[in-house]
């Protein structure tokens, strides 16, 4: 491809300032005018293309920083121009025009690289939403892993499968794609959600988490969309729901299997149509939202079972991003286990500990049936139980769980010496561990918690998912 020209004009103190150029491709010359008015009212140069082979020869003659084309022009489709951008013009943004109701063009489109699409008639508002967002995305060379060096929790490791992961997200960073998270829990999907959102041209807007299994079914409605003051006993106040609080940003849906049917078809209409109503009010209102889902179900059974709705799940999964199970990567447990006892040392205060080799020996060739939130519990409660600098293997108290070597097959939770399932025995020992420090501060929790080098909080979530009362009693 020939070097692309930059197209610039003088500023008033005599400086260079670069005009943003975009390039518009459609046959239908209203739609034509109507997008080039609306995109120089922003301050936008524009250059015109009613063809394939002239948009192609535009782009490999000079430099664009956005593409709009239509899907249907006369010497072919538009998915061809998206797939010749991908292909040709690394970092270039490029947005589809599709016909009103034809969103399997539009899944089409994104799935072959397009950063996002717009449904005819096209709303001007979402056009200028699209080419902002479009326009604010990072330089391919500026990329981070998200949150590195900030103090934020990064996705860590080396290992192959690892550096696939993080070159996925930075690919899918650069799109406003839904995307469908797979993994088994705790393994990390959240936070590869975050990744997503902080690397995008979202990152300075609200990344809004939301558990869907945590959500009774009759306050699902209003969760999501919000209401009006006065449109049910209780509504006191108009209050914004999670789409509208999530407005400019991403929205992730974690658990998303657990989301009742009458609901997936309500979150069905907002994502094609992207507007909300609030409950109680008559108008719709738009909302720019990017979808990413999770669920360590698999949600293509779910579908065969009838349990989620198949139209949801193909708008859901437009692309999926599969996250590893930490025994898959146990070349990176000792990089992963040093970041946390790290983060864990300095969140209690506690000078810095180390783990001694034996033990990160034990920890590589560990199962992790619960992936690094098990991972982090083993050493939350290893620095509660051990005041030694160094961490040896019997500090870990692996000893009940089955090992196994890097290269074996997944193993189900081992039982423990007592015929406990494995999480029943973790529970047991943390139990235990509550109930002596609660006896030793006389039922402090406060005094208790800084014992056990963990926040206030965190003990009292842990006593309440233990069915412990302040007596330490069941």
Same mark, same amino acid.
């Given at each position: 491809m020939s070097k692309h020209k930059e197209r610039t004009?003088?500023?008033?103190d005599g400086g260079k300032s670069t005009i943003p150029v975009v390039l518009v491709v459609d046959d239908e010359s209203?739609? &034509?005018?109507?997008?080039?008015?609306?995109?120089?009212?922003?301050? &936008?140069?524009? #250059?015109?293309?009613?063809?394939?082979?002239?948009?192609?020869?535009l782009l490999d003659s000079r430099h664009f920083d956005l593409c709009l084309t239509d899907m249907r022009l006369p010497d072919g489709e538009g998915l061809e121009l998206v797939r010749h951008i991908v292909d040709h013009c690394t970092g270039l943004p490029v947005a589809v025009i599709t016909a009103y109701g034809t969103t399997e063009n539009a899944v089409a489109a994104l799935k072959a690289g397009a950063f996002d699409y717009l449904a005819k008639p096209v709303s001007l508002e979402q056009l200028r939403s699209l080419v902002k967002s479009a326009l604010h995305l990072l330089p391919l060379q500026a990329k981070t892993t998200a949150g590195s060096g900030n103090?934020?929790?990064?996705? =860590?490791?080396?290992?192959?499968?690892?550096?696939?992961?993080?070159?996925?997200? #930075?690919?899918?960073?650069?799109?406003?794609a839904p995307i469908y998270i797979s993994g088994e829990s705790g393994s990390g999907k959240e936070l590869a959600a975050r990744s997503i959102h902080e690397n995008s041209a979202r990152r300075d807007k609200p990344f809004i988490p939301v558990n869907c299994g945590a959500i009774p079914e009759n306050l699902m409605e209003s969760e999501f969309f919000g209401y009006r003051k006065g449109a049910f006993t209780g509504a006191d106040t108009e209050r914004d729901g999670f789409f509208q609080a999530a407005d400019g940003g991403t929205l992730f849906l974690d658990e998303v299997a657990d989301l009742p049917l009458i609901m997936q078809v309500k979150l069905l209409r907002v994502i094609q149509e992207k507007r909300v109503r609030k409950i109680g009010s008559a108008q719709e209102e738009n909302v720019d939202v990017r979808i990413i889902s999770a669920t360590h179900q698999k949600l293509s059974e779910c579908v065969e079972n009838g349990k989620f709705r198949q139209d949801l799940y193909y708008r859901l999964n437009v692309i999926e991003l599969k996250m590893p199970a930490l025994r898959e990567i146990s070349e990176?447990?000792? /990089?992963?286990a040093n970041s946390i006892l790290a983060r864990l040392c300095q969140a209690s205060g506690r000078s810095g500990c180390s783990l001694s080799p034996a033990a990160l020996a034990a920890l590589a060739h560990?199962?992790?049936?619960?992936?690094?939130?098990?991972? #982090?519990?083993?050493?939350?409660?290893? &620095?509660? /139980?051990?005041?030694?600098?160094?961490? #040896?293997?019997?500090?870990?108290? =692996? +000893?009940?769980?089955?090992?196994?070597?890097?290269?074996?097959?997944?193993?189900?939770?081992? +039982?423990?010496?007592?015929?406990?399932?494995?999480?029943?025995? =973790?529970?047991?020992?943390?139990?235990?561990?509550?109930?002596?420090?609660?006896?030793?501060?006389?039922?402090?929790?406060? +005094?208790?918690?800084?014992?056990?080098?963990?926040?206030?909080?965190?003990?009292?979530?842990?006593?309440?998912?233990?069915?412990?009362?302040?007596?330490?009693?069941?």
């Open positions: 004009t003088r500023s008033t209203d739609i &034509l005018e109507l997008l080039e008015l609306t995109l120089v009212r922003m301050g &936008l140069d524009v #250059e015109r293309a009613m063809t394939v082979s002239d948009a192609r020869h103090g934020k929790r990064v996705l =860590l490791g080396e290992s192959p499968p690892m550096q696939q992961l993080r070159a996925m997200i #930075e690919k899918l960073a650069r799109s406003q990176d447990i000792p /990089l992963i560990y199962a992790f049936p619960g992936n690094v939130r098990e991972l #982090e519990n083993i050493l939350e409660r290893t &620095l509660a /139980l051990c005041p030694d600098a160094e961490i #040896e293997r019997d500090g870990l108290q =692996l +000893a009940a769980v089955k090992e196994v070597s890097p290269d074996a097959p997944a193993l189900p939770p081992a +039982a423990s010496g007592d015929g406990l399932p494995l999480q029943d025995y =973790l529970d047991q020992l943390e139990k235990e561990s509550i109930i002596e420090v609660l006896k030793k501060t006389k039922y402090n929790r406060t +005094a208790a918690a800084r014992l056990l080098g963990i926040t206030v909080r965190s003990m009292r979530y842990r006593m309440e998912r233990l069915g412990l009362n302040d007596d330490g009693n069941d």
